[in-house]
């Protein structure tokens, strides 16, 4: 089933790696129009202003990469991001301390910096003073971590950083699983639920400040997602899994490209309905069904999704995938919390 106006084409993404880890995209008769501001410059760094992406005031053109595709583990195959997870509280500072910026780079100083170098040094990666100055050794120290545990090596301590150190804060949980739909069941707009799919009626409540008009709602604590029609009625929601990142940069955005189908750069796997939200000079975020080898054989569970799983973008149910690709043509806002 399609939406009245919207036109689906047929688009094939081939993907290459970059010096840094990324994925880089030519794309062969995609939906592109404009494209964002950069966005985060590493997977373990969060970057807090998100800008809005209009594409009616940008030229077209074709994405750059997506980050499903990106390698933060540095020795895994691309796209096979769910072979590197880490392992939080391993290693727990003294005191049990956290942690409260969400990245600490050179020039950082403070506890923060003082529990950072604490739970180095207990880990048997940093031998030098406990002075609370994020100094070059402090960054190598990091580098070095990163580099053992496969996580994204640039000396920058972020949140998967600390999370294998154990002094990342306590997250909510928040991730509510609703009851599988039965065979058949569709949403207020007649499109099929997948099981971790509910109809507008029996959605979670909308969260607050999730912005007004017809959109998509992405909420990354909860791993869910919204669609909102014009009249502010939740047409349908569902689970995803997101990026294990905090690349997922929070604010409004809205769809500037789109690919049927997308493939790794080493053909290894290919996901369908990429609906691309930010650009940055990392690579592309966006929405796309669960990935699958050149066998058909899916990377992950349906049960799985409402984990964080992913390089950058957010994985779906093919159903939600198909329901999204029709909701969302290029220029439709994209609500990131």
């Known amino acids: 089933m399609a939406l009245a106006g919207v036109g689906v084409g047929l688009a094939v993404a081939f993907e290459r790696p970059r010096f840094d880890g990324a994925d880089t995209t030519a794309t062969v008769n995609d939906e592109a129009v404009g494209s964002e501001d950069a966005g985060p410059t590493d997977g373990d760094t969060a970057t807090e202003d998100a800008p809005v992406n209009d594409p009616a005031n940008d030229l077209a053109n074709d994405p750059t990469n997506d ?19 880490d392992t939080a509280g391993d290693d727990p500072a003294a005191d049990d301390c956290v942690v409260e910026a969400r990245s600490m ?24 003073p406990i002075d609370g100055e994020y100094g070059s050794s402090t960054a190598r120290a990091v580098e070095r971590l990163q580099t053992e545990r496969n996580l ?17 804060p306590a997250e909510p949980m928040t991730v509510i699983r609703t009851p599988i739909p039965a065979p058949g069941a569709t949403d207020d707009l007649g499109y099929r639920l997948s099981s971790v799919a509910v109809a507008g009626a029996d959605a979670p409540p909308l969260p607050a400040n999730s912005g007004s008009g017809r959109r998509v709602v992405y909420e990354r ?20 899994a997101g990026s294990r990142f905090t690349n997922e940069v929070p604010g409004t955005h809205r769809v500037y490209s789109r690919s049927e189908t997308s493939i790794a750069w ?22 796309h069904s669960i990935p699958f080898d050149t066998a058909g054989r899916p990377q992950m569970t349906e049960a799985e999704l409402g984990e964080r799983l992913s390089a950058g ?24 919390l």
């Open 221 to 240: 604590q909860s791993q869910r997602v919204w669609a909102v029609d014009e009249n502010e009625r939740v047409v349908r929601s569902w689970l995803v």
């Open 105 to 128: 780079g050179i020039g950082a100083s403070g506890p923060g910096v003082m529990c950072l170098q604490t739970a180095l040094a207990e880990a048997g990666f940093y031998d030098g």
């Open 67 to 85: 980050d499903e595709g990106e390698n933060p583990a540095g020795d895994d195959t691309a796209g096979d991001d769910t072979a590197a997870h």
């Open 313 to 336: 973008c957010q994985r779906q149910a093919d159903l939600d995938a198909d329901f999204l690709w029709d909701f969302a043509p290029v220029g439709t806002t994209v609500v990131v």
């Open 152 to 168: 994204f090596i640039d000396g920058v301590a972020g949140r998967e950083t600390a999370l294998s150190l154990g002094i990342w």
């Open 266 to 287: 080493d053909g290894t796997y290919r996901f369908n309905k990429m609906v691309r939200w930010y650009d940055s000079a990392r690579g592309a975020l966006g929405f």
